[in-house]
Nanobody, 124 residues
Framework: QVQLVESGGGLVQAGGSHRLSCAAS????????MGWFRQVPGKEREFVVA????????YSADSVKGRFTISRDNAKNTVYLQMNSLKPEDTAVYYCAADLYGSGSSLAASYDYWGQGTQVTVSS
């Protein structure tokens, strides 16, 4: 069992930067591929980025490529989402998710554990 807690959400101006954190419980964090998803009301949860458990390969949605970066600190059981050049359309609830020995899938159904989400609002 893994518990995930996101933090760092808030109001950001368009063009600005912001960082989200996701702290995980347990001693097996390094075995989990970690992903960030986002969701706006009335739409399905959307893949943002993922970082693989082994080797640290990262995967990004086209909509955030070159702007968002995912990283992890296994010693701190934490994954980060660095968001740069933010746009109003990045406004959403952001969720982190964990997939045991995952491949870095962009499918929400592949992830076993989810955080409660944190709101990011980008003002124009």
């Amino acid at each position: 069992q893994v518990q995930l807690v996101e933090s760092g959400g808030g109001l950001v101006q368009a063009g600005g930067s912001h960082r989200l954190s996701c702290a995980a419980s347990g001693r097996t964090f390094s075995r989990y591929t970690m992903g960030w998803f986002r969701q706006v009301p009335g739409k399905e949860r959307e893949f943002v980025v993922a970082i693989k458990w082994s080797g640290g390969s990262t995967y990004s949605a086209d909509s955030v490529k070159g702007r968002f970066t995912i990283s992890r600190d296994n010693a701190k059981n934490t994954v980060y989402l660095q968001m740069n050049s933010l746009k109003p359309e990045d406004t959403a609830v952001y969720y982190c998710a964990a997939d045991l020995y995952g491949s870095g899938s962009s499918l929400a159904a592949s992830y076993d554990y989810w955080g409660q989400g944190t709101q990011v609002t980008v003002s124009s």
